[in-house]
């Protein structure tokens, strides 16, 4: 089944922010790849490495070796695509942010980003970043 | 069972059934003999949470998946529903927005469809009941007739919605809800985690939490792992209910049957007791729900209190109708985040909702398994898919009140969550199964409650509506 289409049965496109286990088969290479497209995308951010390597790692965790699956990270970050053109990239990204204190330090991007831990509603005691417990109405923008 | 007759047998234990017996009850006389059967079992909302924080918990067993239910013959199309005591309200949404009134016209109003035999005003009352039972949080303006103010305050806006309620006034709203704006009684205040299937801090309306006695009454027995299957009939009066417990074949008389189990089994229960209605089981469906993100120009959209913050109704009525769905707007929480610097939170997520009319090409029959309802789905209708092309249209107009860079609509959702149709409401026995009572034309001691029942679909969400059918049917019959 498509990760995608994954994502869409288990409601996380219609809201639901659960982590589901991943499909993907994960080699020391994707797992390099994946690391570099969080990299190469947030690269204007302080980003723990050792945070980004665990999060990788919690993200592909049961996975196995797969040359097809290797290829195609591969090609995902050599054929410059990004978070607007890959749902895979996309999601990657997303689920980075909300595991880690970025939401939390409110965007401060002049504090490093720290990886707390995959994020999961029913483990973690970060909320969804668009909520008002976690950020004021206006966010960081003051538009009128 | 403690008797062999009883004045009332239920079947479920859904809104459907406990909002009919919230009714019955109150009209009762306390001396009534009531059985409910439930073909599932009771799996807390804290065992629950277990199961969803990966710890073991050995209910997990009451929580089959719903394609282990029917036979659904479109593995494209799914169908999210939850069995056992609190039926979906443990995994409804919460979204309680009522009908418009011109949804129950839509064949006097717009030549489509069928007309329902109620009108708005004639449940209207009802809604307040039901809203007062499940503390709905909402605004005090709405676009459909309301007397008086839901019990709880409404939600909170972002800048985004203040902006689009400025415009359109009533016609964008703080959503009316069941996921609660302050902690209740019996429930939490809701965090917006947007996950609300199972709430993580039980914030949502469910039989659960409710605070309805209805199932600790005692005139009330209820037997678990009861799968109805048929009722016996003779000379066009339901007699005993049929069904299958720990594998065994069980039947129990009864005066007055209420089913309340969704539309997928109401109707196979209909079908294995012979009914020949041609509307049984037919014209069942859901509404289409497409997603845009919208990309917003140095505004964010972080600030809102729930998951649905708002509806939006500016392509929900009008002449419009004749010729293409109403689209109710869901402006929700999901976290979709960007990636360019300073713009994380600059996305707003409409959920398009478009209503849908029942078809003949969508039905539901038996199957060879008595337990199992076969579930044929064909497709939408033309008429909601040309409300999409028409929304495309519109929306650049509708957010041009917003800083928008750009739209991106994603693929339409595989299901709403929600399963309409299939056992009608109609003035006769020609044009619908059941009457505006939702007593079936033909068995007139048989109640076939729930969102089945309905003439057309609407494009808000059912829960509510079919709450309020349920106080209104009992309160009429009883």
Redesign the interface.
């Known amino acids: 089944m498509e990760r995608r289409s994954f994502l869409?049965?288990s409601?996380v496109?219609?809201?639901?922010?659960?982590i589901p286990p991943s499909l993907y088969f994960v080699s020391p290479g994707i797992k390099r790849y994946a690391a570099r497209l969080i990299e190469k995308?947030?690269s204007?951010l302080k980003l723990d490495k050792a945070g980004v390597s665990n999060y990788i790692k919690d993200y592909f965790k049961n996975g196995s070796n797969n040359v097809m699956a290797n290829v195609k990270w591969k090609v995902l970050y050599y054929s410059r695509s990004d978070?607007n053109n890959s749902n895979n990239i996309n999601d990657l990204?997303?689920y980075y942010?909300?595991s880690t204190d970025f939401?939390l330090n409110q965007?401060d991007?002049s504090k490093p980003v720290n990886y707390i831990g995959i994020f999961?509603?029913?483990?973690s005691p970060i909320?969804?970043?668009?909520?008002?417990?976690?950020?004021?109405?206006?966010?960081?923008?003051n538009?009128p | 069972m403690k008797n062999d007759k009883y004045d009332l047998i239920v079947v479920g234990t859904g809104f459907a059934s406990s909002f009919f017996l919230q009714k019955y009850l109150a009209k009762s006389k306390g001396n009534k003999k009531i059985l409910v059967l439930e073909r599932g079992y009771f799996y807390s909302h804290a065992e629950k949470l277990k199961v969803r924080r990966g710890e073991s918990a050995p209910d997990v067993k009451y929580e089959p998946k719903w394609d282990s239910l029917v036979e659904n013959f479109n593995p494209r199309k799914d169908w999210h529903f939850t069995t056992g005591y609190g039926g979906s309200s443990n995994c409804w949404w919460g979204c309680t927005p009522r009908f418009m009134p011109s949804d129950f016209k839509m064949q006097s109003l717009f030549g489509v469809a069928q007309d329902w035999p109620i009108s708005y005003d004639d449940i209207e009352p009802y809604y307040d009941e039901a809203e007062e039972i499940m503390q709905i949080s909402g605004p005090d303006a709405t676009p459909f007739p309301k007397k008086g103010k839901y019990p709880l305050p409404a939600h909170k806006f972002t800048k985004v919605d203040e902006i689009l309620n400025k415009k359109y006034g009533n016609q964008y709203i703080s959503q009316p809800t069941a996921r609660a704006s302050r902690a209740t009684a019996n429930r939490n205040a809701c965090m917006a985690s947007s996950t609300c299937g199972t709430c993580p801090v039980d914030a949502k309306f469910s039989i659960e939490n409710s605070g309805m006695t209805v199932y600790q009454n005692p005139q009330v027995e209820i037997v678990y792992g009861a799968q109805v299957y048929k009722l016996e009939t003779l000379d066009g009066v339901a007699r005993k209910v049929c069904y299958v417990k720990d594998d065994k074949d069980f039947s129990v008389e009864g005066d007055v049957i209420a089913l309340g189990a969704n539309p997928f089994f109401n109707t196979n229960i209909l079908l294995n007791s012979g009914d020949t209605n041609k509307f049984t089981g037919k014209g069942f469906g859901e509404q289409l729900g497409i997603q845009v993100l919208i990309y917003l120009d140095n505004l964010s959209n972080a600030g809102g209190s729930t998951w649905v913050n708002a509806n939006g109704y500016m392509l929900y009525d009008g002449k419009h109708r004749k010729d293409y769905a109403a689209c109710l707007i869901e402006v929700n929480n999901a976290p979709f985040i960007r990636f360019e610097k300073d713009k994380w939170l600059n996305i707003a997520s409409f959920r398009l909702v478009f209503e849908d009319l029942p078809e003949d090409k969508n039905y539901i029959t038996t199957s060879a398994n008595k337990l199992k309802p076969a579930v044929h789905y064909e497709g939408r209708s033309d008429y909601a898919e040309k409300a999409f092309a028409n929304a495309k249209k519109q929306l650049p107009e509708i957010l041009s009140c917003l800083p928008v860079e750009r739209l991106k609509y994603l693929d339409p959702f595989p299901n709403e969550g929600h399963i309409i149709g299939g056992t009608r409401m109609s003035a006769n026995a020609e044009t619908g199964v059941v009457d505006k009572h939702l007593v079936h034309h033909k068995y007139r001691n048989v109640f076939v409650l729930g969102a089945g029942s309905f003439t057309t679909y609407s494009a808000a969400n059912p829960s509510l509506t079919l709450s309020a059918l349920s106080l209104f049917a009992a309160d009429k019959m009883f």
């Open positions: 869409l049965l409601g496109l219609v809201g639901m922010v659960t995308e947030l204007y978070s990204l997303r942010l909300l939401f965007m991007v999961d509603p029913y483990k909320a969804n970043p668009y909520s008002y417990i976690l950020l004021p109405k206006i966010g960081v923008n538009w």
